[in-house]
């Protein structure tokens, strides 16, 4: 399985920017999906998680600004970033996870990852 995010780049604060990860193989329908990032000097941290049946979630930071779906015809996630701040800076790494009806933030729970797409946000 190979995961492929796209959509990263420079942006303005307050801006916006949508990312998608588009995944191969005929399993994409059976994943939960998700978003990490990784700002410079940090940690990797959860963004954003949907189950194969839509149910989501969003970390606390990003509530009201991000949101995340899923087009299972084009095997492909998307995270929909609005009101960018600079502290959204970061790679962004798109994930599956095979057990599909869960909704994790954890990232050992995901199994195939994606090389990452930057995101720069300037003030």
């Known amino acids: 399985v190979q995961l492929q995010a796209c959509g990263g780049g420079p942006a303005q604060a307050g801006g916006s920017l949508r990312l998608s990860c588009i995944v191969s193989?005929?399993?994409?329908?059976?994943?939960?999906m998700s978003w990490f990032r990784r700002a410079p000097g940090k940690e990797r941290e959860f963004v954003a998680a949907?189950?194969?049946?839509?149910?989501?979630t969003i970390t606390d930071s990003a509530k009201g600004r991000f949101t995340i779906s899923r087009d299972d015809a084009k095997n492909t996630v998307y995270l929909q970033m609005n009101s960018l701040k600079s502290e959204d800076t970061a790679v962004y790494y798109c994930?599956?996870?095979?057990?599909?009806?869960?909704?994790?933030?954890?990232?050992?729970?995901?199994?195939?990852w994606g090389q990452g797409t930057l995101v720069t946000v300037s003030s």
């Open positions: 994930a599956a996870a095979r057990k599909g009806w869960y909704v994790s933030s954890g990232d050992k729970e995901y199994d195939y």
């Open positions: 193989g005929r399993a994409f329908n059976t994943y939960t």
């Open positions: 949907i189950n194969r049946r839509g149910g989501s």
